[in-house]
């Protein structure tokens, strides 16, 4: 038995990936890419993905795995230092009988704030999708916060 995956003629991640569909990237590196998730979950929801296609963690190598990681944490820093955040949700889900979407890896790093519902379970149709050029005012507002880190 194999991980059910979603189907489509095209993958959007990799679409950003190769700049044939708009996204506000944060960073770009060799192995994995962050970007501002269209679906704000919470004000500051964000993206990692492979630059690579691979649809689930089952798939990743450890040194792509590894890049996640590090990007998750440092974007994680981000959002405390930039957004106040008091508190994270970091997850991914592999498979649609799991609510993947996408069939392409991703880990969501969303920020929650006081007064945020612990509880509530994020599912991409409970929530309206952000413009372009609201998601590079989050995405520059994340790189700000990166840059006060390095300093």
Do not use: W
């Not at 997850?91 to 392409?104: L, T």
């Not at 969501?108 to 005012?137: A, L, N, W």
């Amino acid at each position: 038995m194999a991980i059910r995956l979603a189907t489509a003629d095209t993958c959007g991640f990799c679409d950003y990936v190769a700049g044939t569909h708009e996204c506000a990237f944060i960073r770009r590196g060799s192995l994995v890419s962050s970007l501002v998730n269209r679906t704000q979950y919470e004000n500051g929801a964000l993206l990692i993905i492979p630059n690579r296609h691979l649809a689930t963690i089952l798939d990743l190598d450890a040194e792509t795995l590894a890049a996640v990681g590090s990007e998750t944490r440092l974007l994680s820093s981000a959002l405390v230092a930039g957004f106040g955040a008091t508190g994270l949700n970091i997850f991914q889900n592999n498979g649609v009988d799991a609510n993947q979407h996408y069939a392409h890896y991703h880990m969501h790093v969303v920020p929650r704030y006081p007064g945020s519902d612990s509880t509530k379970i994020y599912q991409e149709k409970d929530f309206m999708r952000i413009s372009i050029p609201e998601q590079r005012r989050i995405a520059e507002k994340v790189q700000r916060a990166l840059a006060q880190l390095d300093a």
